[in-house]
């Protein structure tokens, strides 16, 4: 990164007062800022920082009035916050995208096609009739199985395994480990006790704009498609099982489980832990709290919390009365012992 203020005022819309030439190669915090940087000061409670940081240029309110001399330039927005986020966005987008070409040793199969300003990196594989889209970034030791199509500027994170058949959007980001279309957890019990695997030959979809956190797992459907939909965001250490579908702009956080033929709607928002059993339908707009353990389907825009979850307000209540009930046990006792001495 080595840019002008002027070139970073432009890009976040902010207006700029100092020298419009000043350059800046890094992003900082305003404590830790130091010269070449850019950083921003979006809390009132932390001004005063403002007039002692090191920083070349500081992203502020373009309402805020200074009480003192200060020896940095202002890039001044409406929302300094959002513009920093803005700053960040194209930042990454810098680091994630400036290689290209393709590594040695590598391998892609004769018939794989792929698009331009490509980058495939060293020991990553690349199965037969693959397509790959424009300004796709794969990076070392991934592996990309055969039929697997990926579309324009998605990023595919160094060890990710894409199985064969999978279908990938653009603007998509597989962060390390991820793997797509491993096996659903398919069995049928036998009467001897043992059980048969069940061939699981479906496939995954990711739509465009879907992030996967590092080590997430989601399996493939027995024979139709597990469904990930646009702009679904999921956390690390995730598990999906098969024949699930996720609906647009749903969020995910770390170590939640969703078991097979689930149908989770749009914009939900499911925390940490999560056990979600099979089957079920969560509707648009739920909020499942973190270790919840999800056992039958919601409502639309329903908060549910504890195991197994329930309304989150009558969780609320039924675990204030769960808190008195060692004092409510003593009452019993002494009236217990009261009676018995009548």
């Known amino acids: 990164m080595n840019f ?48 002692t940081t090191r920083a070349s240029a500081v992203i502020v309110d373009e309402k805020l009035i200074l009480n003192k001399k200060i020896d940095t330039a202002l890039i001044r927005a409406v929302d300094p916050y959002a513009a920093f986020t803005s700053l960040l966005e194209a930042y990454d987008q810098l680091l994630s995208f400036n290689k290209a070409g393709i590594d040695e040793p590598s391998f892609i199969h004769k018939t794989a096609t792929y698009g331009t300003d490509i980058y495939v990196g060293a020991f990553a594989y690349i199965g037969s009739n693959v397509k790959i889209g424009d300004q796709v970034k794969i990076y070392p030791n991934a592996y990309i199985g055969d039929d697997v199509i990926i579309g324009n500027r998605t990023i595919i994170h160094p060890g990710v395994k894409i199985y064969a058949k999978s279908i990938i959007g653009s603007h998509c980001t597989l962060q390390a480990g991820v793997i797509i279309g491993s096996d659903g957890f398919g069995y049928a019990p036998l009467e001897d006790g043992s059980y048969k695997k069940i061939p699981q030959l479906g496939n995954v979809v990711l739509e465009d704009h879907v992030d996967v956190g590092a080590n997430t797992v989601i399996d493939c459907a027995t024979f139709d498609t597990t469904l990930i939909k646009k702009g679904v965001k999921l956390d690390n250490l995730i598990q999906i099982g098969h024949n699930t579908t996720i609906g647009e702009n749903t969020v995910i956080a770390a170590q939640t489980g969703i078991a097979g033929s689930v149908k989770i709607g749009e914009n939900c928002r499911i925390g940490g832990q999560v056990g979600i059993a099979g089957h079920l339908k969560i509707a648009d707009k739920t909020q499942i709290q973190a270790q919840s353990g999800v056992s039958k389907n919601t409502k639309v825009s329903q908060t549910i919390y504890g195991t197994p979850a329930i309304d989150f307000n009558n969780y609320l209540r039924s675990y204030t009365i769960y808190k008195k009930l060692p004092n409510v046990m003593k009452q019993i006792e002494k009236l217990e012992e009261k009676l018995l001495n009548l």
């Not at 030439?21 to 920082?49: C, H, Q, R, W």
Request: charged share 25%.
């Open 4 to 51: 002008t203020l002027e070139q970073i005022a432009h890009l976040i819309g902010g207006k700029l007062e100092g020298s419009k030439d000043t350059k800046v190669n890094t992003i900082s915090s305003i404590e830790d800022a130091e010269e070449g940087s850019i950083t921003f000061l979006a809390n009132p409670k932390y001004e005063p920082l403002v007039y």
